[in-house]
């Protein structure tokens, strides 16, 4: 294979070599991953390995003690607080495991929020959400507030909220962890369904191989260390 001319788009996101310690605890050791655009990679590894602190990492929400990260062509660990904000706004969406959604709001003001955050008008905003929860098929829902959600719904709405800015990447950690394995099924299919039709980008952390099977792609995290035949060897 190492005569073919590899054709795929260059990375879109990256970690070089990064290091990351709480204290004394090392989390990331020389951790290196590369990301293409359109890719939906999990990243899987024992408890502890430093998976949820990588994502964290890569989504600028962590900046590491070494190493870069590289997204779309520029550093991001070298950007302020307020520009790895405004990223995080514009261009990354986030799936947790606990849906983390407001739950005094209705489902369509937790859709609307990022947009609403972005300065989109009520006008726009709410029509956007209503389009988004359409797709998750979840518009039956839209006034019922999310604190009376299923987790399943939860996390439905949870993916509508993050795809509703149409981001580059969706970061999800553990998005099926509080589900059983009907509903974790299907709120992957869907979050990797919209992914494809919008060509986002997905990395996913996950314990669970049927999620990871779901993707294109796994990477496995241990002891800090990230196993990534493609980290650092796409030419730009
Ligand atoms: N806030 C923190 N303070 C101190 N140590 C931490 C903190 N968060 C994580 N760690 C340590 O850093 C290491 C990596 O943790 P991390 O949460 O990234 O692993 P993980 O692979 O995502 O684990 P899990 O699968 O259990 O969620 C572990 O040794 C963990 O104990």
């Known amino acids: 294979m190492s005569d073919t001319v590899d054709a795929r788009p260059g990375p879109l996101l990256e970690a ?10 090392p989390a990331l050791r020389e951790a290196s991953l590369s990301v293409r655009a359109g890719e939906i990679l999990a990243i899987m590894g024992p408890s502890g390995s430093g998976k949820s602190t990588l994502l964290h990492c890569l989504a600028g929400i ?17 950007l302020n607080d307020a520009r790895r904000s405004e990223l995080r706004r514009t261009a990354f969406g986030f799936v947790f495991q606990f849906g983390q959604l407001v739950p005094e709001l209705t489902v369509a003001d937790n859709v609307a929020l990022p947009l609403l955050l972005g300065r989109v008008g ?3 905003a709410y029509p956007r959400a209503g389009e988004m929860l359409r797709r998750l098929r979840l518009e039956e829902l839209g006034e019922r507030r999310t604190g009376e959600l299923s987790g399943g719904q939860a996390q439905r709405v949870a993916i509508a909220r993050a795809l509703v800015t149409r981001p580059k990447v969706i970061f999800a950690d553990e998005p099926t962890g509080a589900l059983d ?17 919008e060509g986002t980008t997905v990395i996913v952390v996950t314990h669970d191989a049927r999620v990871a099977a779901c993707a294109d792609r796994e990477v496995v995290v241990r002891d800090g260390r990230v196993t990534d035949p493609y980290a650092g060897q796409v030419l730009r």
Do not use: H, K
Request: hydrophobic share 35%; proline share 2%; aromatic share 8%.
């Open 181 to 197: 394995s009907l509903a974790g099924e299907e709120v992957m299919e869907l979050l990797v369904g919209l992914a494809r039709q």
């Open 62 to 78: 962590f900046t590491p003690d070494a190493g870069e990260i590289w997204f779309d062509g520029r550093r991001l660990d070298l």
């Open 122 to 124: 009520r006008r726009q």
């Open 16 to 25: 070089r070599s990064v290091e990351r310690s709480y204290g004394r605890t």
